[in-house]
């Protein structure tokens, strides 16, 4: 199982982005998806999550600007990124809790995209 994390860049205080996580592999079904964050000298923080009913939590921080969602038939997550702050400057992470094909319950990670919100 991969998780490929895309979307990242530059963007100007006010700007919005997109990110995408696309899951791949011997994958039978995927329980929740999630959006982590890790800002330089900072611990990894949860940013969205959004569970297999279409249930989704935020970090007060990012409430009413950003969006998770998802597509389970491409097995992809979404967050949009609106009224970017310098503050979300760090580099995301992709989560799924995932169960495969051999009927295995664990959780992967992407490898992390970098989201530098400056002017």
């Known amino acids: 199982v991969q998780l490929q994390a895309s979307g990242g860049g530059l963007v100007q205080p006010g700007g919005s982005l997109r990110l995408s996580c696309v899951a791949s592999?011997?994958?039978?079904?995927?329980?929740?998806m999630s959006w982590h964050r890790q800002a330089p000298g900072k611990q990894r923080e949860l940013v969205a999550r959004?569970?297999?009913?279409?249930?989704?939590n935020y970090a007060d921080s990012v409430k009413g600007r950003f969006t998770i969602s998802r597509d389970n038939a491409k097995n992809t997550a979404y967050l949009q990124m609106n009224s970017l702050k310098p503050e979300d400057t760090a580099v995301y992470y992709c989560?799924?809790?995932?169960?495969?094909?051999?009927?295995?319950?664990?959780?992967?990670w992407g490898q992390g995209t970098l989201v530098t919100v400056s002017s």
């Open positions: 592999g011997s994958i039978s079904s995927i329980n929740h």
């Open positions: 959004i569970i297999s009913g279409g249930s989704t």
């Open positions: 989560n799924a809790n995932l169960m495969t094909r051999s009927s295995r319950t664990q959780s992967y």
